[in-house]
Every structure is written in C-alpha cells, then in structure tokens.
Nanobody
Framework: QVQLVESGGGLVQAGGSLRLSCSAS????????MAWFRQAPGKEREFVASISWSGSLSNTADSVKGRFTISRDNPKRTVSLQMNSLKPEDTAVYYC??????????????????WGQGTRVTVSS
C-alpha cells in the first residue's frame, strides 16, 4: 500500500494558478501510474489527469485540457498538477491516486488502489 500526501490547495481568484503536489511513501514509486481526481460538493469523483510510470504518456480530461498539466519526479517520488486559468467550476477537493502497473489512460476511480486524503481548491469569481 502506498501512502499519498497532497499539498498546495487553497483559495485563488478566477484566472489564477495553483500547483498541487503529491508525495508518495513507496520506494517503487517509478512503477506506479499516478493520477489526479477531484470531487465537488454534491458531485461524483471525476478524473482530472494521469501519467505513466516514466512520465512519457499522460491523459487529461477535456474539461481541463490546455489549462492543467500533470508531471512527475520519480527520484523525489512526487507527482504535480499545475493548474492555470482557474475557473470557479474547478472548485473541488483534489485527490492524488496511484495504481501499480496498468494503463496510464484509465479514468475510472476504481482502477486506482491508493488514495490521498485530498486538498481543497476554491476558486472565487
């Protein structure tokens, strides 16, 4: 089991930027597909972005494409989500998720076995 800890959430005005980070406890981090999901109040958890173990392949939800970028640093065991041009509809709790192997294109929450506690992002209009 991988322990994941997110950081970087906060309050930002529409049009602003935030960078989320997720630190992983496992020494085999480079073998994990990593992803970000988000959950707004009263809504289901939704896929945001994912990245392959090497970082060479990523997948991004249409709703954030062109604004959000996922990246990873395997030696530091971290995955990041750079969020630009934020909109009020981006307001949610953002979760880091991990899966050992498998497709980096998976967008289903149940495809990921390990989850962080989440970090809250609030975008004011």
């Amino acid at each position: 089991q991988v322990q994941l800890v997110e950081s970087g959430g906060g309050l930002v005005q529409a049009g602003g930027s935030l960078r989320l980070s997720c630190s992983a406890s496992t020494s085999t981090f480079s073998s994990y597909v990593m992803a970000w999901f988000r959950q707004a109040p009263g809504k289901e958890r939704e896929f945001v972005a994912s990245i392959s173990w090497s970082g060479s392949l990523s997948n991004t939800a249409d709703s954030v494409k062109g604004r959000f970028t996922i990246s990873r640093d395997n030696p530091k065991r971290t995955v990041s989500l750079q969020m630009n041009s934020l909109k009020p509809e981006d307001t949610a709790v953002y979760y880091c998720a991990a899966r050992s192997g498998g497709s980096p294109l998976s967008t289903r929450p149940d495809a990921y076995s390990d989850w962080g506690q989440g970090t809250r992002v609030t975008v004011s209009s």
